[in-house]
Nanobody, 111 residues
């Protein structure tokens, strides 16, 4: 059974930073592309970033240059380093493998 558990969210001021983590289990982590998606209040799911099994990375234009996705295969953990946060980054952030998602972690950016 796929399990994805996100952590690291919180309340931060504009311009601040957060690092999200996702602990994965129930599958061979290193074999799969992993993604972060987010859902802002009252809006649909938005893709944020993907890291493939070969380490290649892709980012949504809205976060490019500010967010960095990474993975530690030996720890079965996915990360998202978020810098220069903006109020429009406020959302629940989910770790995703294919159509599986975790429970999410809330990120709020406000002064």
């Amino acid at each position: 059974e796929v399990q994805l558990v996100e952590s690291g969210g919180g309340l931060v001021h504009p311009g601040g930073s957060l690092r999200l983590s996702c602990a994965a289990s129930g599958f061979t982590f290193s074999w799969y592309a992993m993604s972060w998606v987010r859902q802002a209040p009252g809006k649909g799911l938005e893709w944020v970033s993907t890291i493939n099994s070969d380490g290649s990375k892709n980012y949504a234009d809205s976060v490019k240059g500010r967010f960095t996705i990474s993975r530690h295969n030996a720890k079965n953990t996915l990360y998202l380093q978020m810098n220069s946060l903006k109020p429009e980054d406020t959302a629940v952030y989910y770790c995703a493998k294919d159509k599986d998602r975790g429970q999410g972690t809330q990120v709020s950016v406000s002064s």
